[in-house]
């Protein structure tokens, strides 16, 4: 079990380090207890190239929240099979189905972050309760809250999670991509620069930041699986961290 202060000097010596050596270090030191979680999107394919071809049979996380475009649907499951990846779905737990299903136009609209923590944060803490490392493809340059996220980063329950690619940029993974004729997601091609779901995932223009397209006009750019939602460990404290009205949720948990 790797201390703090290991963890906090491993962690800037990675900063000098390529992904693929980061991505060594943690198969040998978590494996099997390792996985990592991907969106099937274009800046994904680098970091799914380099772990699939160290690891084949890593167990690689896809959360379906059942708002994805078809095009994601079909971009994964083709992935997947020419790649031969372990690719296992997730899915929010079926508590919340009834209540889901009668909110399913309005939630995403106006309860963003409660239909983020259902569908995404709650399904990936409990994929990763048996886990003892996550990898994750976040970047630096994507939002401000990753930018000040360090390459290992350990968890409150002792998880730690590598971000291999976290000193990269985006002309990183351009190149990258070109290099090795990476696949590109249909949506990629007509102005969708990062692809979430589709009710909260618009186009944007050549010059806009790489995730201006995501929950516009919300006040949010991020899910909750990389900032301090992914520390609540259940709805009725998200509701009051969010101020959020979860009453009828609380109940049935």
């Given at each position: 079990?790797?201390?703090?202060?290991?963890?906090?000097?491993?962690?800037?010596?990675?900063?000098?380090?390529?992904?693929?050596?980061?991505?060594?270090?943690?198969?040998?030191?978590?494996?099997?207890?390792?996985?990592?979680?991907?969106?099937?999107?274009?800046?994904?394919?680098?970091?799914?190239?380099?772990?699939?071809?160290?690891?084949?049979?890593?167990?690689?996380?896809?959360?379906?929240?059942?708002?994805?475009?078809?095009?994601?649907?079909?971009?994964?499951?083709?992935?997947?099979?020419?790649?031969?990846?372990?690719?296992?779905?997730?899915?929010?737990?079926?508590?919340?189905?009834?209540?889901?299903?009668?909110?399913?136009?309005?939630?995403?609209?106006?309860?963003?972050?409660?239909?983020?923590?259902?569908?995404?944060?709650?399904?990936?803490?409990?994929?990763?309760?048996?886990?003892?490392?996550?990898?994750?493809?976040?970047?630096?340059?994507?939002?401000?809250?990753?930018?000040?996220?360090?390459?290992?980063?350990?968890?409150?329950?002792?998880?730690?999670?590598?971000?291999?690619?976290?000193?990269?940029?985006?002309?990183?993974?351009?190149?990258?991509?070109?290099?090795?004729?990476?696949?590109?997601?249909?949506?990629?091609?007509?102005?969708?620069?990062?692809?979430?779901?589709?009710p909260c995932t618009v186009a944007v223009g050549l010059n806009?930041?790489?995730?201006?397209?995501?929950w516009v006009g919300r006040g949010k750019t991020e899910c909750?699986?990389?900032?301090?939602?992914?520390?609540?460990?259940?709805?009725?404290?998200?509701?009051?961290?969010?101020?959020?009205?979860?009453?009828?949720l609380v109940k049935k948990e």
């Amino acid at each position: 079990m790797l201390e703090k202060r290991q963890i906090a000097t491993l962690s800037e010596e990675f900063e000098s380090k390529t992904p693929q050596d980061i991505l060594a270090w943690a198969f040998e030191a978590f494996w099997p207890q390792i996985a990592m979680s991907s969106s099937f999107q274009t800046q994904s394919m680098p970091l799914l190239h380099m772990a699939s071809r160290i690891r084949r049979d890593l167990l690689i996380f896809f959360l379906d929240t059942g708002y994805h475009f078809w095009d994601t649907l079909t971009f994964r499951e083709s992935i997947a099979s020419e790649w031969k990846l372990n690719v296992l779905d997730l899915y929010r737990d079926s508590r919340w189905d009834v209540f889901a299903r009668q909110q399913t136009r309005t939630l995403p609209v106006e309860d963003t972050d409660l239909c983020c923590y259902l569908h995404k944060v709650q399904p990936m803490q409990k994929a990763l309760k048996d886990m003892r490392a996550w990898i994750s493809g976040i970047r630096r340059d994507q939002t401000t809250v990753r930018a000040k996220a360090k390459i290992l980063e350990l968890q409150e329950d002792g998880l730690l999670k590598v971000n291999p690619l976290l000193n990269w940029t985006k002309a990183d993974v351009d190149a990258y991509a070109q290099e090795h004729d990476l696949p590109v997601h249909m949506l990629s091609k007509i102005g969708f620069r990062s692809i979430g779901c589709a009710p909260c995932t618009v186009a944007v223009g050549l010059n806009d930041a790489e995730r201006s397209g995501r929950w516009v006009g919300r006040g949010k750019t991020e899910c909750g699986l990389h900032t301090d939602m992914f520390r609540k460990k259940d709805v009725a404290d998200l509701g009051r961290d969010l101020r959020l009205d979860v009453s009828d949720l609380v109940k049935k948990e």
